[in-house]
Structure formats: C-alpha cells, structure tokens
C-alpha cells in the first residue's frame, strides 16, 4: 500500500486566499484525522471522520476551516480566507479503528500564508 | 493544566549514551500509552504502545508507565546518530477515538 497521501505537498498562498489540501487514507481504514503542526501548539486534532461521517470537530479553529470526506477514498480540508496565523504543517492520518489502533500518518502539507 | 505534558527540549547527547525522555498525564483512567516518534519533514509513526502499567521492550527501546504517579518514559539505549527525530507521547482516551498527543521532545544524538 502506498500510506496515506496528500497533496499538494507545499503551498504558498497569499492571505484572503482559499486553500485546498487533500487527502487519501489507507484502504480499509475506517478512520481518518487532520491534524495540525506548529513549534507553539504542537500537534493539534482538528476534525476526525468515521465512515465519512465528521465525528469531533471540536479543534476546527473557526468558521474559515471546512472538512469533508465525500466517500472512504478522499478527503479534504478548506481554509477560506486564509490568514498568516493559518501557516502550519497540516497531517492527515488514517486508522482502522478506534484510539489504540495504529494512526498512519500521511508526509504532510507546509502551508505558508504571506 | 494539559492533559498530557512533555518538555519539548531540546535534548542532546553523544551517541551510545541511554536517552530518558518522559511525560506526564492528568487523568489516572488512561490506560493505554503511546510513544510515536517524528523524522524531520515527515509524519509522525507509532514507535511503541503500552497497556497499564510496567514495562515493555523492542530491541533497544524500552517504554515505561507508572500510574502511580501518572508518568510515561521510553527509554533508548546504545543511541544512535539515526534516532534523531522528535519523540511524542500519545494517549488514547478509551471513550474517545482521538488521541491526546504530547507536544513532542527533540532529540540530536551527536555522532
């Protein structure tokens, strides 16, 4: 299997722009999670699905983050407008089950917003 | 105070040298304890996991959890230059399907 994969891999976008990044999660996997890395916050959960369905999207910032997952096979996650403070490295992750199974996480997406 | 803490580093130390880093938790009801570890510029991969208390060993890694005083340390001996990276400890909280990832420490082992 090839993992988890995303795209586009970077971006660098300029602010009020909106942003796409994409994902793909394991076959099979039942689960799928966006994270969101930075040196001040760490690692955050944004929003995680469960058979397509959002299940906790608790750590969605504010009303400028969107996910979606339209079928088992991909995933996205929308910032509109975009603003500096958004500039991260987002994950997205997959998993077969529930927390103590294995999260696999995909190579990431750098976003710069200038 | 944070569900789970880990001092972020950065650690460094000579190669061959026994590595101790650890984290604490908050809530006396988790039971299942993580360690992922994080290459630069790559996702983070699940390293080892633990049930309850004890201890648990792969080959030069050994994973540590003493409920009694909620803290958490993987443990790696004979370092190499290759086990640098950046170490987080996760855990599952068994009502949710998240997990609460500490905010990672940063590892250099010199050559």
């Known amino acids: 299997d090839a993992g988890v994969i995303q795209s586009p891999r970077h971006e660098v976008t300029e602010m009020g722009q909106e942003v796409t990044l994409r994902c793909k999660p394991i076959?099979?996997?039942?689960?799928l999670f966006w994270y969101r890395q930075t040196m001040m916050r760490g690692l955050e959960l944004l929003i995680y699905?469960?058979?397509?369905?959002?299940?906790?999207d608790s750590g969605m910032p504010e009303d400028r983050f969107s996910a979606k997952m339209p079928n088992a096979s991909f995933s996205t996650l929308k910032i509109q407008p975009s603003e500096p403070r958004d500039s991260a490295v987002y994950f997205c992750?997959?998993?077969?089950?529930?927390?103590?199974?294995?999260?696999?996480f995909g190579p990431g997406t750098r976003l710069l917003v200038l | 105070q944070k569900e789970v803490e880990q001092d972020p580093g950065p650690l460094s130390v000579p190669e061959g040298a026994i590595v101790s880093l650890n984290c604490t938790y908050s809530?006396?009801?988790?039971?299942?304890f993580m360690w992922y570890r994080q290459y630069s510029r790559k996702g983070p991969e699940l390293l080892m996991y633990?049930?309850?208390?004890g201890n648990k060993e792969d080959g030069r890694f050994t994973a540590q959890v003493d409920k009694s005083s909620k803290y958490i340390s993987l443990f790696i001996r004979d370092s190499q230059p290759s086990d640098s990276a950046t170490y987080l400890c996760?855990?599952?909280?068994?009502?949710?399907?998240?997990?609460?990832f500490g905010s990672g420490t940063r590892l250099s082992i010199r050559p």
């Open positions: 992750a997959s998993s077969r089950g529930a927390a103590q199974e294995t999260q696999y």
């Open positions: 076959s099979g996997h039942d689960y």
């Open positions: 699905f469960n058979n397509n369905v959002p299940i906790d």
């Open positions: 809530n006396s009801a988790f039971q299942y």
């Open positions: 633990t049930y309850s208390s």
């Open positions: 996760a855990i599952p909280p068994s009502s949710a399907s998240k997990i609460i």
